[in-house]
């Protein structure tokens, strides 16, 4: 009993001399602990903002192959067409037949000129700096 009587106040006065430390100790850790998680939020939001970027490339890119398919579609409807007025020019009356041979050249040129348009946009698009890079 005597004992215990001593060893109480001195485990008390041990706990009130490690207290600081112990205290200034768990302080530490906790401002690691948000060192470390600013840094991985710091990292999460380069990521978010690759990510950003990334899409914003991938979205001019998409624009440009919009911009070379329009006179390929544009041919490629003149080339229907053109294909349509000489089924009806040989197969239809026989009065049409001069007047769809004049808009078959009409569209034939138009069609010509879509092809042309097609193979500058090709090689702008070409020539322009790859934003991937």
Known sequence: MLRELVNL???MARAAIDLPRSMQRS???ANELMEVSRKQLE???RQADQALE???RMNELLTRVVKLTEPIERAQRGGEYVGERLKRAIFGEEGAREEAAI???IVTEDVE???NDADRA???ADEAPDPER
Request: avoid cysteine; charge should be negative; glycine fraction near 0%.
């Open 113 to 115: 000129q879509s092809a």
């Open 122 to 124: 090709r090689e702008k």
């Open 9 to 11: 106040p001195v485990s």
């Open 103 to 105: 808009e078959a050249e």
């Open 27 to 29: 302080v530490r850790e």
């Open 43 to 45: 990292v999460m939001r």
């Open 54 to 56: 990334q899409a914003e």
